[in-house]
């Protein structure tokens, strides 16, 4: 437990130097007095906003342990743009994304920040919650500019610039947990083995399923990984002679992967749920892929691309159109909510004549019940919370577009009704 501790500190720590560092480079910006002034059709501008166009920043990872996910959010990001600059574009300007890969490397993810900060009104997505997290005061304090992370940890409530779309990793744990108890046969007594990424995204899952297992009577077995480590050969061994009924994993989907099939290989055949960030398609493709559909659930914060809803289908057809060579996953449908959402605040802005970021964010907080077609209503007035505390439960099912089918629909536990993220 110390250990874990300590090596959290250090990445705080780490991350908390490397932000100084670059606010101490980028402090030297004089900006003409509130940087703000009056643009086309008297409407207040500010930073990334010109007389013809909004720019946007996309901080992702297209070459690290979310790869898969990086390109369908932004690929699905630059869809939405494409498509609403064809339509005239918002408040008579067009829309500019400006995408940086940062491979999920910390030291990359801040100088990207950096790099884009004075030239955007704010961010469609910022994956890895340990990043964000790390930029979350300098956002705050000075930059103020609306970011819509990727990421979905409860240690980034509270700001009304960083907006969680979703139910944040606890919440989301704890609806998983319920799944397993009500409809896998996990029981009071029953041991839960928790496999979990170090930093901002395990440890936050980690609570969610202490607290639900303290509700239903669990022991939780734990197994704290790097998002590096890609074999979890060690880790079924321990969770097999711990003697665990089901496993939660809150981890990249290489890692899911490899821990369903260790699994299966070895005799350890117990229900296991992950993450919404724990899958992808592509792993049906690969030799864990009899067993993830066999044994294999995840939780998402929205239904899965090959829904049928009217969205799912109209954007299904547009992101094959677009892009024919790649396949489908949720990523697209996470990537384009976060798009939408940021949309209608820029709208809501024009109509207030408040292009400035302050405006876009006071446009954002009065969202209260946006539907971007997936199943979830998003509730964008409350900083202190996640937009929902709802949850999917989904299974891989390489028959169905996408790869996923919904086993539970939208649904929250009765013990994330009661839990304070």
Not at 40 to 54: F, P, Y
Not at 269 to 294: C, D, H, I, M, Y
Request: net charge positive; hydrophobic share 40%; aromatic share 6%.
């Amino acid at each position: 437990m110390n250990h874990r501790r300590q090596a959290v500190r250090g990445l705080a720590a780490a991350l908390a130097a490397l932000v100084a560092l670059t606010a101490a480079g980028c402090s030297s910006k004089a900006k003409g007095g509130d940087g703000k002034q009056t643009g086309a059709g008297g409407v207040k501008t500010g930073e990334g906003v010109t007389d013809r166009t909004i720019s946007l920043g996309a901080l992702t990872d297209m070459t690290g342990v979310y790869a898969t996910l990086g390109k369908s959010v932004t690929q699905s990001q630059q869809l939405y743009v494409k498509q609403v600059n064809a339509a005239g574009g918002i408040c008579g300007r067009k829309l500019e994304l400006t995408v940086r890969d940062h491979g999920y490397d910390p030291q990359k993810a801040l100088a990207a920040y950096t790099e884009l900060e004075p030239k955007v009104v704010g961010y469609t997505q910022f994956i890895g919650s340990p990043f964000v997290a790390a930029v979350k005061q300098r956002v705050d304090a000075q930059d103020k500019g609306l970011v819509l992370p990727q990421a979905w940890s409860a240690s980034l409530l509270g700001s009304p610039y960083i907006r969680v779309l979703g139910a944040t990793y606890d919440v989301e744990t704890i609806n998983a947990v319920d799944f397993l108890l009500k409809e896998k046969g996990l029981k009071a007594g029953d041991r839960l083995g928790h496999v979990y990424f170090e930093g901002d995204y395990g440890e936050n899952a980690l609570k969610g399923s202490k607290y639900a297992a303290g509700k239903a009577g669990l022991t939780v077995v734990e197994q704290k990984i790097k998002p590096t480590d890609n074999d979890m050969s060690a880790q079924v061994a321990a969770l097999k002679q711990a003697g665990v009924k089901a496993v939660v994993i809150s981890a990249g989907p290489r890692q899911a992967a490899s821990l369903v099939g260790v699994a299966a290989a070895t005799g350890l055949r117990v229900p296991v749920v992950g993450n919404n960030s724990a899958f992808a398609p592509q792993l049906l493709g690969t030799q864990a892929g009899p067993a993830l559909e066999k044994m294999y659930w995840f939780a998402s914060p929205s239904l899965p691309i090959g829904a049928d809803t009217p969205t799912a289908k109209k954007l299904v057809a547009e992101y094959r159109a677009a892009y024919p060579d790649d396949g489908l996953d949720n990523g697209i449908v996470a990537g384009w909510t976060a798009a939408s959402v940021f949309g209608e605040a820029l709208k809501k802005a024009c109509l207030d004549k408040d292009l400035t970021r302050e405006g876009v964010d006071r446009a954002l907080l009065s969202l209260n019940a946006h539907d971007a077609g997936f199943g979830m209503t998003h509730d964008l007035g409350d900083p202190t919370a996640p937009s929902s505390r709802e949850s999917v439960i989904i299974q891989p099912d390489k028959s169905v577009p996408g790869g996923m089918r919904t086993v539970r629909q939208p649904f929250v536990s009765d013990a994330a009704k009661t839990y304070t993220p």
